[in-house]
């Protein structure tokens, strides 16, 4: 762990303060970048970018431990079968079934996406981070849904521009308890990682920005609980969990954030992303699609339904 609060020097004065912990710490890059993008690394009590030119006699603080990877660039395994759903030599978009880790990491050493990806797109191994090739965002390991990945150094340059500037559409279907005042609205609350719990994240002041919108699409009254269409206009980790858990309204199954009650019996969070589109880093093309809910869902759904009949 970084051992307590640094104060610049001035050696370290102008330096971007992803590349000044790399460099104190030993740890990689990517993994420095996680932490700062999970609000992980405030300077002078502030969240702050990853490009922040550090000034001397701030005050950084490391609030995480990395998950860092343990072990060399992750090797292909055919054993993990990966829903593809569209693919071409820029970009693969593939339907993420819950359970599945994205890419290896702490804990992770192999089973995951990326390993299942690799061996069946080889020349991704090239693109973007070694350590997890051609990610440019993820989902939960329980949360299914769609994801896309860079297949192609173009690709992945665009697909990461595109994020930044939030004109890729993520929608994504959700269960949570309680009925909403409104029926629709956007939560705008800063995200950063908890000071309670460290391996959960938290509405915080100081933490970075975040924004989820919110549609209501059906209201149960047995037992009382809604289910919504939620659009991420911001990429926080947990963003959706954790701001309808901060609005009173936790996401059904979701025990980390106050959701797992005995009334729906289910053993991941009620988290789908079901629609996925943005521009084609190549051809300009818009590309859409469309994921159904996976049968532990639906069956939830189906269920509800029969109760409130």
Not at 94 to 120: D, F, R, Y
Not at 253 to 271: H, K, M, N, S
Request: glycine content about 10%.
């Amino acid at each position: 762990m970084f051992d307590g609060p640094l104060t610049v020097p001035a050696t370290l004065a102008g330096d971007r303060v992803d590349r000044a912990l790399s460099f104190l710490t030993g740890w990689p890059r990517s993994a420095v970048q996680d932490l700062i993008d999970e609000g992980a690394v405030t300077v002078d009590g502030n969240v702050v970018a990853k490009s922040h030119r550090l000034r001397e006699g701030s005050v950084v603080e490391v609030l995480a431990e990395p998950d860092l990877d343990t072990g060399s660039a992750p090797e292909p395994d055919p054993a993990v079968v990966v829903d593809v759903c569209f693919a071409d030599a820029d970009v693969v978009v593939v339907a993420k079934p819950a359970g599945l880790v994205v890419h290896p990491g702490a804990g992770h050493a192999g089973g995951t996406l990326v390993n299942g990806l690799l061996a069946q797109f080889p020349d991704m191994a090239s693109v973007g981070d070694p350590a997890r090739p051609g990610i440019v965002h993820r989902l939960d390991r329980d949360t299914s849904g769609l994801l896309v990945v860079a297949r192609s150094s173009v690709a992945y340059e665009s697909l990461v521009g595109q994020l930044a500037r939030r004109s890729v559409e993520r929608l994504y279907a959700t269960l949570v308890w309680g009925a909403l005042g409104a029926a629709r609205g956007v939560i705008d609350a800063p995200i950063g990682r908890s000071e309670a719990r460290r391996t959960r994240m938290a509405v915080r002041s100081a933490g970075r920005e975040a924004r989820t919108g919110y549609r209501v699409l059906e209201t149960f009254e047995t037992p009382r609980c809604s289910r919504l269409e939620c659009k991420l206009e911001t990429g926080r980790t947990h963003q959706i969990r954790v701001h309808l858990a901060a609005i009173g309204h936790p996401v059904v199954g979701d025990a980390t954030y106050g959701g797992g009650r005995e009334q729906i019996a289910l053993a991941r969070p009620f988290l789908h992303a079901a629609t996925l589109a943005f521009e084609h880093p190549v051809t300009g093309e818009s590309l859409r699609f469309d994921d159904p809910l996976p049968p532990d869902l639906q069956a939830v759904l189906d269920d509800l339904a029969e109760r409130n009949r």
